[in-house]
């Protein structure tokens, strides 16, 4: 197995959810990330996923070209040929965090284009797509991701919506860290009552326990996983009391109606982690922490052969020093170990489908 097909992502889901383990969802910019993060899941016997920002997608295209829907594809078709190479795990590619401003640009597009592509036969480039709603009204959050369920059914991917604020920074939008960022048992609810529990298309749902994009000092961030709890039991509850309509067919697993992404993850405790994923976390995203990783080699690499790197003094530095190669492998296989023990974390290593 390679990329995931629409089936094998959604028998990835179903094994995360059914053995209480979650998929880490590591973000990548380039080439070499890809490339780190999928030696990460070989070293780690794990699937996983890979996905790519907003401005990781313009990033991917070229600087000139600066095109999230160029660079997402080309980011895919990359990772489909790659990726070839590692029989042993199933990944699956994911578009992160986009927010309504960009869904004309980007997600609605990319839908369009594998929507056609299921209509001749093909599988599409990516298994999931994520609309970001934390920055608008939930009723308006949801009207939105109806249409985009829909449009996934098409596409034969898979929806990730977003309930409530995740605060910090990333790729330029920011949130404040409040109340803000803690969504309540009437969130799931309104979510349930609008987008079904898997009868009208299968999504995954972030709802917001506190969490905060980027690195801060113990004691900024206060993460209450309790709240996944909380909305999972509050949404079954009203499932078996008739507040929320029973469809045939659903695969509903008792107290935990959700599948639940853990966002702003980077900096969380094990504790936390573990927390989070028994309460039915089948995805959570990686990407402060995998850049700290990458970037944190370089950084060594280029202290420490200083004089080779630069220059100096008219003399000539040593080529195989700033040959890129030789600082890019150390930065691969640095992040390679961050996602390997991310695996590790979440309880995915050693369980690859095979």
Same mark, same amino acid.
């Not at 404040?176 to 298309?201: C, F, P, T």
């Not at 000539?316 to 991310?342: H, I, N, Q």
């Given at each position: 197995?390679?990329i ?14 059914q053995?209480?383990f $979650?998929?880490p969802a +590591?973000n990548v910019?380039s080439?070499?990330?890809? =490339?780190?993060?999928?030696q990460?899941?070989?070293?780690a ?5 890979i996905?790519?920002s ?5 990033y /991917?295209s070229?600087q000139r070209?600066n095109? &999230?829907?160029?660079g997402s594809?080309?980011m895919?078709a990359f990772?489909h @040929?790659?990726? &070839?190479k590692?029989? =042993?795990?199933?990944v699956a590619l994911?578009?992160d ?9 980007w997600?609605?597009p ?8 299921? &209509?001749?036969?093909?599988?599409p480039m990516?298994?999931?797509?994520m609309?970001?709603g934390?920055?608008v009204?939930l009723?308006? !959050?949801?009207?939105i991701?109806e @249409?985009?369920?829909d ?5 034969h991917? +898979?929806?990730e919506i ?10 330029g939008?920011?949130a404040e +860290?409040n109340e ?11 979510v349930a009552r609008?987008? *079904?529990l898997?009868e ?6 972030? /709802?917001t326990?506190?969490n905060?994009?980027?690195a801060?000092k113990?004691?900024v ?9 909380? +909305?999972q039991?509050g ?5 078996? !009391?008739? @507040?929320?309509?029973k469809? =045939?067919?659903? !695969?509903?697993i008792?107290?935990?109606?959700f599948?639940?992404?853990f966002?702003? *993850? ?18 959570? !995203? ?9 970037t944190?080699?370089?950084? =060594?690499?280029?202290f420490?052969h200083y004089d ?6 008219g003399?000539v530095?040593?080529k ?7 600082? *890019?492998?150390? $930065?691969e296989d640095?992040m390679?170990k &961050? ?8 309880g995915?290593?050693g369980?690859?489908?095979?």
């Amino acid at each position: 197995m390679t990329i995931a097909t629409p089936a094998q992502y959604a028998e990835m889901l179903d094994r995360a959810r059914q053995q209480g383990f $979650a998929y880490p969802a +590591i973000n990548v910019t380039s080439t070499q990330t890809l =490339n780190a993060a999928l030696q990460g899941f070989a070293d780690a016997e794990s699937d996983g996923i890979i996905q790519v920002s907003v401005g990781g997608s313009a990033y /991917f295209s070229g600087q000139r070209v600066n095109d &999230r829907v160029t660079g997402s594809l080309a980011m895919a078709a990359f990772a489909h @040929e790659v990726a &070839r190479k590692y029989p =042993n795990i199933t990944v699956a590619l994911h578009t992160d965090h986009c927010a309504k401003q960009y869904l004309d640009s980007w997600v609605r597009p990319l839908l369009d284009i594998e929507a056609e592509e299921v &209509r001749r036969g093909h599988e599409p480039m990516f298994q999931s797509h994520m609309w970001d709603g934390s920055t608008v009204p939930l009723a308006e !959050n949801l009207d939105i991701a109806e @249409e985009l369920l829909d449009k996934s059914q098409a596409a034969h991917t +898979i929806l990730e919506i977003e309930i409530g604020a995740v605060g910090g920074e990333e790729d330029g939008h920011s949130a404040e +860290i409040n109340e803000k960022l803690y969504s309540s048992v009437s969130d799931g609810i309104a979510v349930a009552r609008k987008l *079904g529990l898997g009868e009208h298309g299968r999504y995954i749902a972030a /709802f917001t326990f506190g969490n905060v994009h980027g690195a801060y000092k113990p004691g900024v961030v206060k993460l209450r996983p309790d709240l996944l709890k909380d +909305i999972q039991h509050g949404v079954w509850d009203a499932l078996q !009391n008739g @507040e929320l309509a029973k469809s =045939n067919g659903m !695969n509903v697993i008792p107290d935990k109606p959700f599948e639940l992404v853990f966002h702003g *993850g980077s900096g969380s405790t094990p504790e936390e982690i573990a927390e989070a994923v028994s309460y039915g976390v089948v995805k959570m !995203n990686i990407d402060t922490d995998t850049q700290y990783a990458f970037t944190r080699a370089v950084a =060594n690499h280029m202290f420490k052969h200083y004089d080779s790197v630069l220059k100096i003094d008219g003399e000539v530095g040593d080529k195989k020093e700033y040959d890129p190669r030789s600082w *890019g492998r150390e $930065a691969e296989d640095s992040m390679a170990k &961050r996602v390997v023990e991310a695996c590790e974390q979440l309880g995915s290593a050693g369980k690859a489908m095979h």
